[in-house]
């Protein structure tokens, strides 16, 4: 076998598995054994070893002694730590935001909430967590402290590495998500206090973290 066609086939197993550990078909703790990649995709075991290693320099896959491979756990501690942190830079990066917001962003953030809604009938939470960055984004990107909406796009960086998509996990929080947003666009439209459009920004971020962890909570699950 050629190194060119080795490259390619390990490039095919590694999206492959990505997009499968994306959308939670493969969920976190799934253990991924190498032939049976393999023959899913026809192909010898080396390719997909060699993807496999690739996700797991990327933080996706784990090896466990006796186990193997497999998709890597969150860490629910540093999931919360970060959206607690989230909650507060995105919170008061919109409420210093709002004066400089005009109707024309209101309307854009408000057609894409519109989007979102759209998505909840045929649900993609990878879609979906995209588009809800979008909308947060026209919200905070005006804050004019630089150093706030610095922290705001680390926050949103460090989650992503940690988990693609929180709706994943919790696709019923969705909903409430989307009724949230209209409610935070009422407040910028009406002119509210700053510290009321913090803390509605804020909470909703902590109420979509609450949902998770009581989703993966383990006592939770072993109770079950």
């Given at each position: 076998?050629?190194?060119v066609?080795?490259?390619?086939?390990?490039?095919?197993?590694?999206?492959?598995?990505r997009?499968?550990?994306q959308?939670?078909?493969f969920?976190?703790?799934y253990?991924?054994?190498?032939?049976?990649?393999?023959q899913?995709?026809?192909?010898s075991?080396?390719?997909v070893?060699?993807?496999i290693?690739?996700?797991e320099?990327?933080?996706?896959?784990?090896?466990?002694?006796?186990?193997g491979?497999?998709?890597?756990?969150v860490?629910?501690?540093?999931?919360a730590?970060s959206m607690?942190?989230?909650?507060?830079?995105?919170?008061?990066?919109?409420?210093?935001?709002?004066?400089?917001?005009?109707p024309?962003?209101?309307?854009?953030?408000e057609?894409?909430?519109?989007?979102l809604?759209?998505?909840?009938?045929?649900?993609?939470p990878?879609a979906?967590?995209?588009l809800?960055?979008e909308?947060?984004?026209i919200?905070?990107?005006?804050?004019?402290?630089?150093?706030?909406v610095?922290l705001?796009?680390?926050?949103?960086?460090r989650?992503?590495?940690?988990?693609d998509?929180?709706?994943?996990?919790v696709?019923g929080?969705a909903p409430?998500?989307?009724?949230?947003?209209?409610?935070?666009l009422?407040?910028?439209?009406?002119?509210?206090?700053?510290?009321?459009?913090?803390?509605?920004?804020?909470?909703?971020?902590?109420g979509?973290?609450?949902?998770?962890?009581?989703e993966?909570?383990?006592?939770t699950?072993?109770?079950?």
């Amino acid at each position: 076998m050629s190194t060119v066609t080795t490259e390619s086939k390990s490039q095919r197993a590694y999206e492959w598995l990505r997009e499968r550990i994306q959308r939670r078909e493969f969920g976190p703790g799934y253990r991924l054994v190498l032939g049976s990649v393999a023959q899913a995709l026809d192909m010898s075991v080396v390719p997909v070893r060699e993807a496999i290693r690739r996700l797991e320099a990327e933080g996706l896959v784990e090896f466990e002694r006796n186990v193997g491979a497999r998709v890597s756990l969150v860490d629910r501690d540093e999931y919360a730590h970060s959206m607690q942190t989230l909650g507060v830079v995105e919170g008061i990066a919109t409420a210093l935001a709002a004066p400089l917001l005009t109707p024309a962003d209101l309307d854009r953030a408000e057609a894409v909430n519109a989007r979102l809604i759209a998505l909840l009938d045929d649900f993609d939470p990878i879609a979906f967590t995209r588009l809800n960055r979008e909308f947060h984004s026209i919200l905070f990107e005006p804050c004019p402290n630089p150093h706030i909406v610095d922290l705001v796009h680390r926050g949103w960086t460090r989650l992503h590495n940690l988990l693609d998509s929180s709706f994943a996990f919790v696709p019923g929080r969705a909903p409430e998500s989307v009724r949230e947003h209209a409610r935070i666009l009422e407040l910028l439209r009406a002119g509210a206090a700053p510290i009321e459009i913090e803390l509605a920004a804020r909470q909703h971020r902590w109420g979509t973290m609450n949902a998770y962890l009581a989703e993966t909570d383990p006592t939770t699950q072993e109770r079950a």
